[in-house]
């Protein structure tokens, strides 16, 4: 079997190694949840232990509809505050959406409190096309979707 000159065969082996020691330590851990009795009967439901933790783990779907009068967004962004989202158009010819999500499990055992808490951040980058008006934007909240609006300069007729 001939191998790369680039890589060599023991380094192949250490990735495979190694990605096989990730996976197995990841999914164990899902398993070490499903098995964990410290927790509060409510928690013991191990898909929704892992919806809170993974609810920080994502990114916003988007949606972007254009005609000829504006663009518009549509990020979908379920549990996260709208004081926790920043629109930000400080680069030429784009639109970056940012925020921060949170979630916080506290729960006592034997008398001690426990508070666990994840944090996350998710970024989506629009390119805007060149007659996007970025100072007539607007953006609207209509339930979990953040909808923004970007007016376009009218074409030449």
Known sequence: MSTSPLVPSSA???AGRDMELLFDGFFSS???LREN?????????VNSIIGNISSCLWTPRVEREED?????IKAHLPNVPSDQIRIDTSTHGRLKICGECSTRIVYEDNGDYISERQLG??????????TARVGQMTAVFEGPLLVIVVPKVAPHV
């Open 121 to 130: 951040q998710f970024e989506k980058d629009i390119l805007l096309p060149t």
């Open 37 to 45: 009795k410290t927790l509060p009967s409510e928690y013991h439901d």
């Open 68 to 72: 000829n009068g504006e663009l518009r």
């Open 12 to 14: 192949v082996a250490r």
């Open 30 to 32: 899902i398993e070490s």
